[in-house]
């Protein structure tokens, strides 16, 4: 048992983490889903550790780029909570669906309301808010990416886009579906565009980690600007906590501990409030659509550090 106090830094632990996954077989497969995505080894493994200060921590293919895929519906919750506040609400909610993050069942029970924002049909509702807001929902997205990782290169996979959009009829069925209930302003077409193009974003586990301490500093931005109240901060934590990894999002809780977002990139962030963000990737998933690896990782770091919020 690795305790951690203020004082340690994270170098030791990830090197221990490293050397275990290693030794694990079996890491389930690159989603194959979206074609650009398939091609990824399942062995890659990276992770990171993002301390308040931005000072990084790091082990394995932690610099190592790769498709954010549905972490970036984080930060796009985020971008659009601090414009529209508790007014967003009335338009997606805020209950585990203990569905896929596909699913369309439950949308029409519920009347075109998303049960959350980070199942698909949720977050192109945020999407088409925040783009109906900003005019450049994408570009807001990436701008802010950029600023808290401090990487200017992080950018969209033109190619990842355009093959989730070619393979994209059932986000198409939930944005046009969604919009029969009135419940998305923008052309469902531009709305999936701006979607795919969020999803593609490339960056690496120090970037995302890096860009997941602002729920770290209770809202607070990497130039010390406030973008979310205190309050709202903690509400994006609850809210990863039940519902960011999906139907999974239990046994998350019970392995980890920590709020948590998975994307079928096979990366994963997690917040440990107050004190650090982490960002995990390995793209071999679950049947879940969670990296088997990275879900390993996340339960030896905060079994070996006993830094969780239980
Ligand atoms: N772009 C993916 C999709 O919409 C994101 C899903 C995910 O990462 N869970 O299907």
Redesign the pocket.
């Known amino acids: 048992m690795v305790i951690m106090t203020a004082s340690t830094t994270f170098q030791p632990v990830l090197e221990r983490i490293a050397e275990e996954i290693e030794r694990t077989p079996g890491r389930g497969r690159p989603a194959d889903y979206?074609p650009a995505l398939a091609a990824r080894d399942p062995r890659r493994f990276g992770m990171a550790v993002a301390e308040p200060d931005g000072t990084v921590y790091g082990v394995g293919d932690w610099r190592e780029p790769f498709s954010a895929?549905?972490l970036t519906k984080v930060f796009t919750l985020a971008l659009d909570l601090a414009r529209e506040g508790d007014a967003l609400w009335e338009h997606v909610g805020r209950e585990p669906s203990g569905n896929p993050?596909?699913s369309l069942v439950q949308l029409e029970y519920e009347n075109g309301i998303p049960r959350n924002p980070f199942i698909?049909a949720g977050a192109l509702v945020v999407t088409d808010r925040l783009h109906t807001r900003t005019g450049d929902a994408s570009g807001e997205l990436l701008a802010f990416l950029r600023a808290e990782s401090g990487n200017p290169d992080l950018s969209f996979d033109e190619e990842v886009a355009a093959s989730?959009a070619a393979h994209g009829d059932r986000?198409a069925a939930l944005g046009h579906f969604m919009a029969s209930y009135g419940n998305i302003d923008n052309p469902v077409p531009v709305l999936l565009d701006e979607y795919?193009r969020q999803?593609s974003i490339t960056a690496s586990c120090a970037d995302l980690a890096l860009a997941t301490t602002f729920l770290a500093r209770h809202g607070v931005r990497a130039d010390g600007t406030r973008l979310l109240t205190r309050s709202q901060a903690k509400q994006i934590n609850a809210i990863m906590l039940t519902c960011g990894t999906y139907d999974a999002a239990g046994d998350f809780a019970y392995r980890v501990g920590l709020p948590g977002k998975?994307?079928?990139?096979g990366g994963i962030i997690a917040v440990v409030p107050g004190r650090c963000a982490l960002c995990v990737w390995s793209p071999g998933l679950d049947e879940r659509?969670n990296s088997v690896a990275g879900m390993a990782a996340l339960d030896r770091f905060t079994t070996l550090t006993g830094l969780s919020v239980f």
């Open positions: 979206i895929q549905s993050f596909n698909n989730e986000n795919f999803c998975s994307g079928v990139g659509g």
